[in-house]
């Protein structure tokens, strides 16, 4: 009987003392949670959220045979939030049907499930090759406008806030801001029944004066027509006159430039090109950018976009995406 009492007694013992142990475990582990909870609440972050432009990654889709499909998936792994894609890099997939509209239909439907399957924003389509919207002659922009619709459906599809669109056309000016808020009007106007922003890039001539830009938005004063600020494509001339690939001979002061762009920015895009040991743009103030950004009142999304040679394009979007929230928390 006395050794029933003895063993009920020593069992009683571990039993409590367990419980207790148990109980001793999970408030050190509720301790610990609070307190990285804590120290999470503390830990500065950026003022904005990234994004990844696809072209920095046109030399992995046009040579090296990634599939652009893929390019949500790889935002992901590259710690990503939201995309930004690129027409042209489209392209091919766009004629594997001999239907056009089947053939942006199946894409979009891949694009959208792969964005989704990878809890990726869709956010801008960059379209290009569609005409220039700011020709004088009317029935070319008309025409202009009317191709660009597809990718208004299109962004209004993957759930995109905008599409962005180039200016180019005469040189002239004057005529220059006539022309460009004429065929921004007309798209602007379609693109608001579909919910989508019309946003224009400083991309390279007139388009990269920002005071006359300034002026185009001004002109056509619609809540759904903005700009895209890039860090880096204020050229106003290239030898030759040539639209790209040649040396850039006048170019616009970069940080006045987004500066006067960034009241009716929509998105802005962090261009870059190569790193020194410390890890900063080697041609790009990103500091001064990102106090410029920030004083603005601007939160959006910033995507990357790497144009580099030195580094390969997954080096540099890295490199781009860890300046970018370093410096991001260091001014929070």
């Not at 869709?122 to 004088?136: H, K």
């Not at 019309?198 to 185009?216: C, D, K, Q, R, T």
């Not at 802005?268 to 410390?278: L, M, P």
């Not at 009142?297 to 144009?307: C, L, P, S």
Request: include cysteine.
């Amino acid at each position: 009987m006395q050794q029933t009492i003895l063993k009920g007694l020593i069992i009683f013992l571990i039993l409590s003392s367990c419980k207790q142990n148990t109980k001793e475990t999970t408030e050190s582990q509720k301790e610990q949670e609070e307190s990285a909870m804590e120290t999470s609440k503390k830990e500065p972050k950026p003022f904005f959220k990234l994004s990844l432009a696809q072209w920095s990654l046109h030399k992995a889709i046009l040579e090296e045979g990634m599939d652009p499909k893929d390019f949500a998936q790889k935002a992901s792994e590259l710690g990503f939030e939201g995309i930004e894609y690129v027409s042209q890099l489209y392209t091919k997939e766009l004629k594997k049907d001999p239907d056009p509209k089947k053939a942006m239909q199946q894409l979009l439907e891949t694009l959208k499930s792969n964005s989704e399957a990878h809890n990726i924003k869709n956010l801008i389509i960059m379209v290009d090759g569609e005409g220039d919207l700011a020709v004088l002659d009317e029935k070319e922009r008309n025409e202009t406008v009317e191709k660009h619709k597809k990718w208004v459906d299109a962004a209004q599809f993957l759930g995109c806030h905008s599409i962005r669109v180039n200016l180019f056309g005469t040189n002239d000016p004057k005529q220059w801001i006539d022309v460009a808020t004429d065929g921004l009007d007309k798209l602007s106007d379609y693109a608001a029944t579909k919910g989508v922003n019309v946003i224009v890039e400083n991309h390279g001539y007139l388009s990269s004066n920002a005071s006359l830009l300034v002026e185009v938005m001004k002109k056509v004063n619609k809540p759904n027509c903005g700009v895209l600020p890039d860090f880096g494509n204020f050229c106003l001339e290239r030898e030759g006159g040539e639209r790209w690939g040649t040396k850039c001979i006048k170019e616009y002061p970069k940080y006045q430039g987004v500066e006067e762009m960034m009241p009716y920015a929509k998105a802005v895009s962090a261009k870059s090109y190569d790193f020194n040991t410390e890890g900063n743009e080697t041609t790009i103030d990103y500091k001064k950018m990102l106090e410029i950004i920030k004083k603005s009142g601007y939160d959006g999304f910033i995507g990357v976009e790497y144009e580099g040679e030195r580094l390969n394009e997954v080096e540099g979007i890295t490199a781009t995406r860890d300046l970018l929230i370093n410096l991001g928390k260091s001014l929070n």
